[in-house]
């Protein structure tokens, strides 16, 4: 089976919050991307320093994204099971640009319970493409880092006959008794290609060292197809992509309900042409997601019939794009141009009464349009890259509805909505520099500039009712959005150094970002806690009496974080990782919301050949400097001691084990939310802890 990926610049393995780090050759190459990491799932560790080198990662959890979070500057916003969000540096949500195989699409709800990589179920990866520094122009629009999750596929081979290949995998872990099966298989010859792939999963509520958290079970299902043409002269080539995608009931404890379903169809096409140098690259992409949650089905229910919640959403996403590259002399141009439009509509309902419902997010459609130009120059181990992008921004919104049963005041928020402008524009320009400068055989030098900008969200804008949808935040705060709002505008600076030799390695990047404008939830009026306005009683109801709106701030994040390691002999090495951000507003004296405290990891791994050992220690600090803003709370530091092991049989088998939290320790995970669930060994309120011990192991047979 061939696995397609872009050229690996760093080999890392990765547990929910571990990676080793790269090899001497890794840590002395340096690309237009200058700190982009490749993670492959399941790849087998070599002993030598090659450019290909890669370790494998290792599945401890449901949730793609905690792979991420071992990435210096990483870091997992733990929102449920499958809910997990990416935070690189500080940065969070849609500031991050996470793409399933290149595809770009909308969450199918307002309150981010189906991030990107909810789509991308672990047996079914080949490998995570991560950028933590403020990645291309043409990679599209993002404030901070970038991910794309590629699936494993069946690749052209070199033969004209149809060779059957696959890759298939199946795990369990104990923390939440889950089991986790899946794979592709399919044939193929040098100009054709077939595969179908598939994936189940299903897992309990996970226990910490003091009990059961409530609401932490899962289950999802991915089903699909995909085939490819190459020709003879491989110069042109076509693809078409198929998957569903069924998460059934799922916990969401941080959040005030459930997922009762998240069902998704996903189309992608593409086309790869090569025309005498110039290299053209189309796609087009189609994604419709359905969803429902309950706040009745999957936790203990309301006293009243009158409290009953059912949400149900859609959001469907049209993307295309198309690349021109020209190779000139000791460089590459590239000019291209993407378009992409999403509609989310979200209804509100009672199940026990048909006449009460109401349209929270009605008709909204995102469009946007954008084109690129970007020149990468390198020679002699020396470059830089610098692109411009522009994107134009269109939002509009349709009316809001309540039913009969609704009481009068969301009535009236209703009617000042639908009679006020709901249509946004915003025209965006980015600009990247980045360069790296090869100063001797064993260090290279880093640096970025950048200028980057986000326009806001559906949710951010048209939120014209108080509840809890805040586009993943899950701070149990209410929100009303600001139609009047700025689109964020970050100012970005980065220095680092690569440096390599007799065995040790090291690669520090300390960074700068000043972001204009930053949107955060700030208090709705100057009286906060007094309710005089319809939107304050109405939050007051609700059981919150100090409701936020969407506003524009100012604030700067700062910080720096390294790998680094020591070949201590053949078979020994330490790696290590460290990672810090400072992040502040500048218009109060007060800290932004969910930032990851500084914390590390230390590994010690014996490599025998076809099989290696690891003990691992993650060390996390205290979290003190919160938000008063958004209520939230501070947690004090942690270190737990994981174990890890892999055993490759052949060429076609390898096992993979081992144990986290290896002493059960009881710890709070500070970028975990809230508990809202009654009858959980969690109180109510309290921030929801990490897993207890917890043992896995994954089997993978490729063929």
Not at 72 to 90: D, E, H, K, M, W
Not at 213 to 228: D, K, N
Not at 291 to 308: D, I, K, L
Not at 589 to 602: E, F, S
Request: no cysteine; proline share 4%.
């Amino acid at each position: 089976m061939t696995v397609h990926h872009s050229r690996l610049l760093l080999a890392a393995m990765a547990s929910s919050t571990i990676l080793t780090a790269p090899s001497v050759a890794d840590a002395q190459r340096t690309d237009g991307d200058t700190l982009q990491e490749i993670l492959v799932v399941g790849a087998r560790p070599v002993t030598t320093a090659t450019d290909n080198e890669v370790n494998p990662a290792r599945v401890a959890r449901a949730d793609t994204a905690a792979l991420v979070a071992g990435v210096p500057g990483g870091a997992l916003i733990n929102n449920g099971a499958l809910s997990g969000q990416v935070q690189f540096r500080g940065m969070m949500g849609a500031r991050v640009a996470v793409s399933i195989d290149g595809q770009r699409f909308g969450s199918g709800g307002p309150n981010l319970m189906d991030p990107p990589l909810q789509y991308a179920p672990l047996p079914l990866v080949a490998s995570l493409e991560i950028s933590r520094s403020v990645g291309s122009v043409s990679d599209g629009p993002g404030l901070a880092g970038r991910v794309n999750a590629s699936f494993k596929k069946v690749g052209f081979t070199d033969s004209a006959n149809m060779d059957f290949s696959g890759s298939l995998s199946a795990s369990v872990r104990s923390a939440d008794e889950s089991v986790a099966t899946g794979g592709v298989v399919g044939a193929a010859s040098d100009t054709w290609r077939v595969q179908v792939l598939g994936s189940y999963e299903d897992g309990s509520n996970l226990r910490s060292a003091r009990g059961d958290i409530a609401g932490t079970f899962y289950e999802r299902s991915v089903g699909g197809a995909g085939f490819g043409w190459r020709s003879e002269d491989g110069k042109h080539e076509l693809g078409f992509d198929y998957r569903h995608q069924k998460v059934g009931e799922t916990g969401n404890p941080p959040f005030a309900m459930d997922i009762e379903f998240f069902n998704g169809d996903f189309v992608r096409g593409t086309y790869i042409g090569r025309y005498d140098g110039l290299m053209v690259e189309a796609n087009v992409a189609y994604a419709d997601i359905d969803h429902a949650m309950t706040n009745y089905a999957s936790r203990p229910a309301p006293m009243m019939a009158t409290m009953y919640r059912r949400s149900v959403a859609a959001a469907e996403t049209w993307t295309a794009d198309l690349t021109l590259s020209k190779t000139l002399g000791a460089g590459t141009l590239s000019l291209g141009g993407d378009y992409e439009n999403a509609s989310h509509d979200m209804t509100i309902t009672n199940p026990n009464n048909d006449a009460f419902f109401i349209g929270a997010f009605p008709d909204i459609e995102m469009e946007r349009i954008g084109g690129f130009a970007e020149w990468r120059y390198e020679e002699a181990g020396s470059g830089y890259e610098v692109g411009l992008r522009y994107d134009h921004y269109q939002s509009t919104a349709g009316n809001a509805t309540v039913g009969s049963a609704v009481p009068a005041m969301p009535g009236m928020l209703a009617m000042a909505f639908n009679g006020g402008d709901r249509t946004m524009t915003h025209d965006l320009v980015d600009a990247v520099f980045q360069g790296w400068y090869k100063m001797s055989d064993t260090s290279t030098l880093r640096a970025t500039l950048a200028r980057k900008n986000r326009a806001p969200g559906y949710v951010e804008q048209f939120g014209w009712l108080p509840i809890s949808a805040s586009g993943g935040l899950a701070d149990g705060n209410t929100y009303v959005g600001d139609r009047t709002l700025k689109a964020e505008t970050t100012l970005i600076a980065e220095l680092g150094v690569d440096y390599a030799s007799g065995g040790f390695y090291m690669r520090p990047t300390a960074f700068y970002r000043k972001v204009d404008d930053y949107i955060q939830g700030v208090p709705f009026d100057d009286t906060p806690g007094v309710s005089d306005t319809v939107v304050e009683m109405i939050s007051a109801m609700n059981g919150d009496t100090t409701p936020l709106r969407f506003a524009n701030v100012d604030a700067t994040l700062y910080g720096l974080d390294v790998d680094l390691g020591m070949a201590v002999s053949d078979s020994w090495h330490i790696d290590a990782t460290f990672s810090y951000v400072r992040a502040e507003r500048d218009d109060t004296d007060d800290n932004l919301y969910r930032i990851a405290p500084a914390r590390g990891v230390v590994g010690l791994t014996y490599e025998g050949g076809a099989w290696y050992v690891t003990a691992a220690s993650r060390m996390v600090a205290k979290q003190k400097k919160v938000s008063a803003t958004n209520d939230e709370a501070a947690t004090d530091g942690y270190v737990l001691v994981d174990l890890y092991a892999g055993w490759w049989v052949n060429e076609r088998v390898n096992l993979t084990a081992g144990v986290e939290n290896l002493f059960d320790r009881f710890y709070e995970d500070h970028l975990a939310g809230y508990n809202r669930i009654a009858e959980s060994d969690v109180a109510l309120g309290d921030r929801l802890p990490g897993a207890g011990v917890n043992a896995f192991v994954r089997l993978e047979y490729s063929f």
